[in-house]
């Protein structure tokens, strides 16, 4: 019922091993943000905020090379050339997941009180420490988070963990985990994840690129920094 027909038979090691890797990948996704955390510290000196800023985005690009490495090792992907028809797939999930999107935050607004997402709230926060976390912050969120998440939540964890699960349950399993992993107060700021997630899975088994969910990842990201500055 859940797993493709066929499907080898891994056993407990390769699962034990693979959950245990996908869990040290977010940890060390986790520690790559350490010097974005020392930012608010440093208040309008400059050589420190360039310094630290620097080393964030050094951070951040060895852990997406240590993802990628692990990302590798379950996967090897025919084609990494995002197509006319990839761009149309996106257009198109887009068409679906916004409004969907908008419906679940004006129900959070007026059910909760909340007018954005906890996880939003947060990082609004540590923007408004300087203007130097404002500029870090941004530039990881649109430019390397989203390869870094997609390449743990859609690369490995889809096409290693749950290799031999059909694919709708990857999916579901891989939205979930993306929304459970991101900050939220109530079921409705965790469904936006969830189901944004969801879209991003469902655009890979579609594709079998990651860099097909890794821009609509980047251009979500790049519309909500772009709303934050107005």
């Given at each position: ?27 060390v996704e986790q520690l790559a943000f350490l010097p974005v955390s020392f930012l608010e510290h440093v208040g309008n000196s400059l050589e420190p905020a360039i310094l630290l800023g620097l080393l964030s985005f050094v951070s951040f690009t060895a852990v997406i090379a240590l993802i990628y490495y692990f990302y590798h090792k379950v996967y090897t992907q025919a084609s990494h050339r995002v197509t006319k028809s990839d761009w149309l797939l996106i257009l198109k999930c887009c068409l ?135």
């Amino acid at each position: 019922m859940f797993f493709k027909p066929n499907a080898p038979k891994l056993g407990f090691n390769w699962y034990f091993t693979a959950i245990a890797t996908f869990i040290f990948l977010i940890i060390v996704e986790q520690l790559a943000f350490l010097p974005v955390s020392f930012l608010e510290h440093v208040g309008n000196s400059l050589e420190p905020a360039i310094l630290l800023g620097l080393l964030s985005f050094v951070s951040f690009t060895a852990v997406i090379a240590l993802i990628y490495y692990f990302y590798h090792k379950v996967y090897t992907q025919a084609s990494h050339r995002v197509t006319k028809s990839d761009w149309l797939l996106i257009l198109k999930c887009c068409l679906v997941f916004y409004p969907l999107s908008c419906l679940l935050l004006y129900l959070n607004q007026h059910l909760f009180g909340h007018e954005t997402s906890l996880n939003q709230e947060q990082i609004m926060q540590m923007m408004d420490t300087n203007q130097a976390s404002a500029i870090v912050i941004n530039i990881l969120a649109v430019f390397f988070i989203p390869i870094a998440e997609e390449l743990i939540f859609r690369g490995f964890l889809m096409k290693g963990i749950c290799t031999n699960l059909k694919p709708i349950y990857a999916i579901i399993i891989s939205g979930i985990t993306f929304g459970a992993l991101h900050s939220t107060s109530n079921i409705l700021e965790f469904a936006v994840y969830a189901a944004f997630g969801m879209t991003l899975g469902y655009i890979f088994n579609k594709t079998n690129k990651i860099e097909v969910p890794i821009v609509l990842h980047m251009c979500n990201n790049g519309l909500s920094t772009l709303l934050s500055l107005f």
